[in-house]
């Protein structure tokens, strides 16, 4: 019988927001319930008090401990130190790490030591500078995770990257709580959404890399022609300007803010079509597959990995980067085709569920865990 493993998940994020840090703490969850001992070590910034500004509660809920070190500018050379000391009085067998700077930091702390197995991971498209992949192309590193075909692709023209290291594992979705047996109705409630209201949505943090205002376009060339249309935004970030700009157009009863949520299956759950409007830099998009998994109708741009989840026209539309006009179609449609959107969401939900629960995919990570520490020559029984 294999033996249970400690694991370290190391995550240059410094609170649980993003996709990243999202996806760390699934799997760290689902690590946990199969009876290995977790802990989880986050960024921690000038300011932050408390580190992760209350949003480790899903960790310490189910027993994970949490230790924060500096990652940037020149106080991570105390965090360093001071992880380099916790390395050394921890028996790791596992250290995972989630973004380039937390694989830095950890391949840098450990200078002239004897590692656990080490993993890194890159989840978004953007390419790799000569840099990074010395970093990912060392020998320290046994394990890279990426969650597409073209990020393993772009690991393969560095020419420093060896690509048998580079293991595809798609992101995870907890489908107990992401189904389509979930009801928005309480949603719709808070917001003072009628039923009979259509409701486009899109769930991301207002970051440059989603292309925000490429919805903003696309949704005011629908009002034009369907008044009754509402347009759910949820993400963390600064959406003021956008509000502004609505109000200003006279269009501010059509927008609904709700900021950053917990309740993203219920947000879901009121939508009645999803949409990423990414540029360039996603990987695999985590509201989109969270959205198949809830059967919803989606639209997503032609980029990275949502190429790999949406066939236009069988689970969804595919439209080109920063076409608002074309966007705009594509919601037209969907609106004007309720039967056949119906059927693209069905299908998006019998694609998506398996290849994304997060069951099996923490399983995937545990198998890949005990086959490096075999190839590493540590006992994994």
């Known amino acids: 019988m294999k033996k249970k493993l400690h694991i370290l998940h190391v995550a240059s994020h410094n609170k649980i927001r993003a996709g990243g840090s999202i996806q760390m703490v699934r799997l760290a969850r689902g690590l946990k319930e199969h009876g290995h001992t977790v802990c989880c070590a986050f960024n921690i910034r000038s300011g932050d008090l408390p580190p992760g500004l ?79 992949a010395r970093i990912y192309g060392s020998s320290k590193v046994d394990a890279i995770i990426v969650n597409a075909q073209c990020i393993r692709q772009l690991f393969a023209q560095t020419g420093r990257v060896d690509p048998a290291k580079v293991e595809i594992i798609y992101n995870g979705v907890e489908l107990d709580t992401f189904n389509p047996e979930v009801t928005g109705e309480h949603i719709r409630y808070e917001f003072n959404i009628s039923s009979e209201a259509p409701l486009f949505g899109m769930i991301a943090n207002f970051a440059r890399k989603k292309s925000h205002d490429i919805f903003f376009q696309a949704a005011l060339k629908i009002l034009r022609t369907e008044p009754n249309v509402k347009f759910l935004l949820a993400g963390g970030g600064d959406y003021t300007l956008y509000q502004r700009e609505m109000i200003a157009k006279g269009f501010g009863d059509s927008f609904i803010f709700a900021g950053f949520r917990t309740d993203v299956p219920d947000i879901i759950a009121a939508l009645d079509f999803a949409i990423i409007t990414s540029a360039k830099g996603e990987g695999l998009t985590g509201s989109l597959v969270e959205a ?10 032609e980029v990275a990995g949502n190429l790999e989840f949406v066939s236009n026209r069988e689970t969804g539309l595919l439209v080109p980067t920063g076409d608002a006009a074309a966007l705009a179609e594509a919601m037209l449609y969907l609106l004007h085709h309720r039967q056949e959107a119906a059927d693209m969401g069905r299908n998006a939900y019998v694609f998506a569920k398996d290849r ?5 995919r923490t399983q995937r990570f545990e198998e890949l865990y005990y086959r490096l520490l075999e190839q590493k020559g540590a006992a994994a029984h």
């Not at 950890?106 to 989840?123: D, E, F, H, R, S």
């Not at 994304?356 to 099996?360: G, H, K, L, M, S």
């Open 292 to 301: 198949m998994t809830m059967a919803k109708p989606v639209i997503s741009t």
């Open 356 to 360: 994304v629960d997060n069951r099996q």
């Open 54 to 132: 209350g949003t480790f509660e899903p960790l310490y809920q189910v027993g994970i401990s949490v230790f924060s070190f500096p990652m940037q500018r020149i106080q991570k050379y105390s965090g360093m130190i001071r992880f380099r000391k916790f390395l050394s009085e921890n028996s790791f067998d596992i250290v995972h790490t989630h973004r380039f700077r937390a694989l830095n930091f950890v391949c840098k702390a450990t200078l002239g030591m004897q590692t656990p197995v080490i993993l890194g991971n890159k989840k978004n498209s953007f390419a790799i500078p000569p840099s990074w």
